[in-house]
């Protein structure tokens, strides 16, 4: 599968690619990725990443229910020092219409900065997949 993650309050957004593991009425995906371009900001040029692993519950055709963990990072590229770290956990609906994907979920988070001190957030994240088989 091939997604586009991001988060707010964070400011990741993610092209990833993950394997899904699906069953009848459940599945298992684990993806990640990183950014291909960067960001110029006051301590230099910053890139982001992400893994998250999530379960899928399908109680109907074209609706589904997850439960997942994600960590993600904004690092700088000459040194790949991060700049932002956050993990968290997030629930929500998700609705699959032929090789489409979209997930809207709550996320809570612990985030780390360099310029500030840690925290817990909560916001949405957002995936939008696009699924094809490979066999």
Same mark, same amino acid.
């Given at each position: ?6 988060? @707010?309050?964070?400011? @990741? ?38 893994? &998250?692993?999530?379960? &899928? ?15 993600? =990072? ?22 699959? =219409?032929?090789?489409?994907? *979209? ?20 916001? @949405?994240?957002?995936? *939008? ?7």
């Amino acid at each position: 599968m091939a997604a586009w993650t991001g988060g @707010l309050p964070f400011d @990741l957004l993610v092209p990833t690619l993950g394997i899904s593991l699906s069953r009848k009425n459940w599945s298992f995906e684990f993806s990640g990725g990183f950014t291909p371009w960067s960001q110029k900001d006051a301590l230099g040029e910053r890139g982001d990443a992400m893994v &998250s692993s999530t379960i &899928s519950f399908f109680p109907r055709h074209l609706v589904s229910y997850r439960v997942g963990i994600f960590s993600g =990072w904004e690092f700088l590229t000459e040194t790949d020092n991060w700049t932002m770290k956050v993990m968290g956990v997030t629930v929500g609906p998700s609705i699959k =219409w032929k090789y489409f994907d *979209l997930y809207a979920g709550y996320a809570f988070a612990r985030l780390s900065t360099l310029t500030g001190k840690d925290r817990w957030k909560n916001g @949405l994240l957002a995936h *939008l997949n696009f699924k094809f088989l490979i066999n």
